[in-house]
């Protein structure tokens, strides 16, 4: 009999991305890693293999001195610091009300705090069905359930109907509706909401706030954005002026906009028309942070202040985020385009790390093409099945010839 204690039955277990990508990294010892072709990584990486860094962020925090970074961080996170990441979040599209911010190790912390405690024992996180997998997880580590809407209809657009459907169902059954949203550039998809879709979602989540039983929760993840076009967050001015029982929270990290990937560090956003609303989510997710992982990254906020308050290295890193937005931008063009010449489906793609196809055998397609040594991650296991192709971990070189491969390892399998 295992000494864990009871409600950790069931947790564990293999986590897909990571064995595929040992599997990866095993035959690339086996064989040398320009030899083999490595999607897996949810890491944007150069032409070697090596992440790409930015330039700025790097100059900057070689300027902080060691003993300033060294030392522990205020648990919210610094005044400075807040403005920065509500700045990077929002730029010049940031909402009309209140809005407040707790520091978190990257997005993921956020999206812990936000589920832990906007959420009771047993209610459920509803989000659409080709998700991040840790979403599920922090779920389960929190004694929440979770629920999926289909993310596509039929003309491959956002699905607002099942969206909607959905919404209403947990309106029903639960006081707090809670949804998360991973866009714009999904993972992992690729795909951004569009307006008229955000209007739509938004005029039902208004709606539920106004009916006299439930508050509504929408939480944005928003870990890929600077790699969506800076005019995405446009949407951002929908949740002017929110019913008071509407709260925006807002997973920011600096871990894919900054590269800071292993600094771990984040804000959670709170938008809301009530000053008070935003005092106890403060309070709240601070004490939270304080019974879990206490401070974050002290470095991680300097960098993040001093970019942010010097306008002409604030530009220049914008400037290299701009530039390494586009370069992936064309990985993904190249993909796309020949994945049209080769008659392989795609989820619909607009801008990010990945490109899913959609294949109910995503298992056996998988296997079949680390036969050819292309090592991609088969995520799903029923409607939402499909390969996730982490383009950021591609170079050009690879990606060439790539969507073909797909198609006939899909014609192998059957499919
Ligand atoms: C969809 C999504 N959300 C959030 C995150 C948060 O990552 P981190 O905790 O490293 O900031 C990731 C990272 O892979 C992600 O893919």
Redesign the pocket.
Known sequence: MSVLAKHTQGKGGPDKIFRISGMAKARAAEVGKENIVNATT?AFLDADGQLITLKTVEDTVKTIPFRDSAEYASIEGTPGFIEAAIDAAFREYRPNGYIGGVAT?????G?HHAIYNYLDDGDTVLTMDRY?A?YKSIARETGRNFDTFVTFDENGRFNVQGCIAKLREYAEKQTNVFMIL?TPA??PTGYNVKQDEWEAVVAELRAIANNGRNNVVLLL?I??IDFAAPEARQFFTLFNDLPENFLLLV?Y????SYAM?GY?L?CLLCVSSSQEEVDSFVAINKFSSRATWSNCSKLGMLVMEKINKDPELKAAFRAEQEELRLSLLNRAEVFIKEAQEAGLKTCPFDSG?FVTVPTVKAEEVAAELRKSDIFMVPLGDGANAGIRVALCALPEEKIVGMAAKIKEALDAVGE
């Open positions: 949810g190790p990257g997005g993921t912390g999206l991040w840790a991973n999904n993972n993840d870990a890929y997973a990290t600096m871990s894919k990937y771990r984040g790390f």
